[in-house]
């Protein structure tokens, strides 16, 4: 007999504007904050910098990895964008989230795949061409912040001009990445949350007053 799902679910509406458009989408969540089914902070900040950047991601394919919810890799498909939504092969209940959140925004010019960090799959051997990664929190254990590097690692060597757009949440001073990148010849670069307009008290109806401090990396390889 199939066990029901007994966690409570919401969906949260996100409005992206600008001066000449908007964009607005509906995400379902748990909202027992569970860990990769509920808009972390770090998501909207992620989702605002692909919405800045959206005139660029028209013609791109982007992979998000660890996708959860999924609000940055809607973002990317509502802008153009051909999406990959990915999590884990083992989290069925976020891999049918993805299809949730692609089916309540009306989008068929995205799919999801299971891919697990830091496993050489064949699903990860066939990835089409990729143009951007996008991460969000997913440098949330630090268990898995080889793997994470490993498998991103990967897709950047199969498609040299790839770039990695992360965002996460500081947790602790000495939780940090720079060390992993380094040993596998990667490099990164912090972009301003100013510069995006993400700095503020609130993005896209996501209140961040008094919230975490988050930052974003453009992560590339060295050579």
Same mark, same amino acid.
């Given at each position: 007999m199939m066990k029901s799902d007994s966690r409570m679910k919401a969906r949260?509406?996100?409005?992206f504007t600008d001066e000449d458009e908007d964009l607005e989408v509906t995400i379902e969540e748990t909202i027992q904050e569970d860990y990769g089914l509920y808009v972390w902070p770090s998501a909207p900040v992620l989702a605002q910098y692909i919405w800045y950047n959206r005139k660029k991601l028209s013609t791109l394919s982007i992979l998000e990895i660890g996708a959860g919810t999924a609000l940055p890799g809607i973002i990317a498909a509502k802008c153009g964008a051909k999406v990959i939504l990915s999590d884990s092969c083992t989290l069925m209940d976020a891999l049918q989230t993805c299809q949730t959140n692609l089916r309540l925004n009306n989008i068929d010019n995205a799919n999801v795949l299971g891919l697990t960090w830091g496993h050489i799959s064949p699903t990860l051997l066939t990835l089409p061409k990729i143009d951007i990664i996008l991460g969000s929190d997913c440098f949330y254990d630090s268990k898995d912040f080889e793997d994470i590097v490993v498998s991103v690692n990967f897709i950047i060597r199969q498609n040299p001009n790839c770039k990695f757009w992360t965002t996460y949440q500081q947790r602790s001073?000495?939780?940090? %990445?720079?060390?992993?990148?380094?040993?596998?010849? +990667?490099?990164?670069?912090?972009?301003?949350?100013?510069?995006?307009?993400?700095?503020?008290?609130?993005?896209?109806?996501?209140? %961040?007053?008094?919230?975490?401090?988050?930052?974003? +990396?453009e992560i590339t390889a060295c050579s």
């Open positions: 949260k509406k996100f409005l001073c000495n939780r940090t %990445i720079e060390y992993l990148l380094r040993k596998w010849d +990667l490099k990164s670069q912090l972009i301003p949350l100013s510069s995006f307009k993400a700095d503020g008290n609130n993005i896209a109806g996501f209140d %961040i007053l008094h919230g975490p401090t988050i930052e974003l +990396l």
